[in-house]
């Protein structure tokens, strides 16, 4: 796949790296649509310590699950569009179902469409 990588604070490339393989509790996703958010910028300038160089930036984004961990139980198939909340776990998606507006969990709530 083609990422953005930030290998240091104030640098970064477009790189070719491997296809993700879910885990078990895991989807991976096409990503058809990303935003660049203040923390991805904080993290570009090297603001944001907890961040463990190399990263691919961009951690609010929606697009096609493309392949399902072993744990994915059927709220959550292949080939489903998805908006990605990164407090929000695969697991947590397919526990609520695909016509859930709210992660019982954290208690984020989906736009309408
Ligand atoms: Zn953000």
Do not use: N, W
Not at 21 to 47: K, Y
Not at 85 to 98: E, I, L, N, S, V
């Amino acid at each position: 796949m083609r990422a953005i990588v930030l290998d240091r604070p104030g640098s970064f490339r477009v790189a070719e790296l491997p296809d993700p393989a879910p885990a078990a509790s895991e989807v991976v996703v096409r990503v058809d649509c990303c935003g660049i958010c203040g923390t991805d910028l904080r993290i570009l300038a090297g603001e944001f310590p907890p961040t463990p160089y190399p990263i691919t930036p961009g951690h609010e984004f929606s697009g096609q699950i493309v392949a399902c961990g072993s744990g994915i139980r059927p709220g959550l198939r292949e080939g489903d569009k998805v908006a990605v909340d990164p407090r929000c776990t695969a697991a947590d998606a397919a526990a609520a179902g695909p016509d859930a507006a709210t992660c019982a969990r954290t208690g984020a709530r989906s736009a309408p469409p």
